[in-house]
């Protein structure tokens, strides 16, 4: 079987798989258009009450457009590998997957990939028409250019996740360890507020860790915050940290496989 032949089965299995929870589904869809419009009217208060225009670089229309591309981007970015991972250790069902032809990174890579297809028709799309409708997002053609530092973007947090989940090969129990990623992630990304509102040290900090490059870097260069020769090195940047935190995992990975009894902990 060919490799495009097995990573098509993952992705239309992946893609089935979305509606197996349903109900989980649907109602973070539900969860998401009240936060948004929470949001909306919070921060409406806030900028008529200041009486300013401007506030840590933002308008009340990029700051609206921010937190709605904010839900967008994470919509795209989720994924639980690192609790799928931490499952079939703990079960000793790891055996069984490291059977399958194709390497176990990249098999649940395209798998991962292929449960987005139902989130961008079902979550996304229609989040993204509700900005545009209702919120008055603007697309510009500097916004196309989110869309490869995205693509970096998925496989940054991807690595990061996996990176957590093979931890499991040397703790019995890693859920407080991908409850710490979630909370880093979604902190220092910028997916709950823009890095721009913490402490100027807290913004500097950032520049050297992986985070950022997830969420508030993809967002702004939507906005147009962002020069084009200054989103070159960006990408160029996002390529570096996959390629470190990727040799991370294949360290990290063989030397879980080595250890891993297969009979569950």
Known sequence: MGILTQA????KTATKNVFAYRFDFFTNIIFVYITLFAFYFIWHSIYAYSGQQII?????NQLITYFVLSSVTMSLLWNDVDDKV?????????TKA???????????LFGSMGGKSMVILLQTLPVFVLGILVFGIQIKWASLLYLPVMLLAYLLNYTICFIVGATSFWFKDNKGLISIRQAIVGFLAGSVIPLSF???F???????????YISFIPINTFLGKYEPVFILQILGVQLVWIFVLYIILRLLWNSGIKRYTGVGQ
Do not use: C, E, H
């Open 86 to 94: 931490s499952r079939q250790v703990r079960k000793g069902k790891m």
């Open 8 to 11: 098509s089965a993952v992705i």
């Open 56 to 60: 840590a670089g933002y308008t009340f």
């Open 202 to 212: 807290l913004q500097k900090l950032s520049w050297f860790m992986p985070f950022q």
């Open 198 to 200: 913490l402490p100027l």
């Open 98 to 108: 490291l059977l399958y032809p194709m390497d176990y990174i990249i098999r649940n």
